[in-house]
Nanobody, 125 residues
Framework: RVELVESGGGSVQAGGSLRLSCAASELSVSRFSMAWFRQAPGTEREGVAGIDMSGSTTVADSVKGRFTISRDNAKDILYLQMNSLKPEDTAMYYC???????????????????WGQGTQVTVSS
C-alpha cells in the first residue's frame, strides 16, 4: 500500500534551516503531483510548496525565496529545504501526493489522495 513518511522536523532558532524529507513507498514521486502542507494549532492546513510530474515547482508567497521543494526520483523521496526560518513557520508539516496533474490539484488539500503523518517544526525567536 502507498505510504508517505515525513522526517527531518525539529526545533530551530529563527534564521536557521531545516530540510524535511518525505519517503514514499509503493509510489513513484516522479509520476505523482506532490506537495508540502503545514498546519499550526487553530489554523487550517495550508499549502507550502508543490511539484508536478514534470518537475515544475510552485511555492506559496509566504515562503517564497526561503523554501525550496525538490525530489529524488531514484530514491522516491520528496524534500523541503527551509531556510531563514521564522517563528510563524512553526507548524506540523505534511507531505501529500496524488496521481492527477498539478493543474487539477494546486494547494486544495481535499484534492490529495495520499498523506503522511506529519513532522513537527518549531522555530523559536
Amino acid at each position: 500500500r502507498v505510504e508517505l513518511v515525513e522526517s527531518g522536523g525539529g526545533s530551530v532558532q529563527a534564521g536557521g534551516s531545516l530540510r524535511l524529507s518525505c519517503a514514499a513507498s509503493e509510489l513513484s514521486v516522479s509520476r505523482f503531483s506532490m506537495a508540502w502542507f503545514r498546519q499550526a494549532p487553530g489554523t487550517e492546513r495550508e499549502g507550502v510548496a508543490g511539484i508536478d510530474m514534470s518537475g515544475s515547482t510552485t511555492v506559496a508567497d509566504s515562503v517564497k525565496g526561503r523554501f525550496t521543494i525538490s525530489r529524488d526520483n531514484a530514491k522516491d523521496i520528496l524534500y523541503l529545504q527551509m531556510n531563514s526560518l521564522k517563528p510563524e513557520d512553526t507548524a506540523m508539516y505534511y507531505c501529500a501526493a496524488d496521481y492527477r496533474r498539478w493543474e487539477l490539484l494546486g494547494f486544495r488539500r481535499s484534492a490529495y489522495k495520499y498523506w503522511g503523518q506529519g513532522t513537527q517544526v518549531t522555530v523559536s525567536s
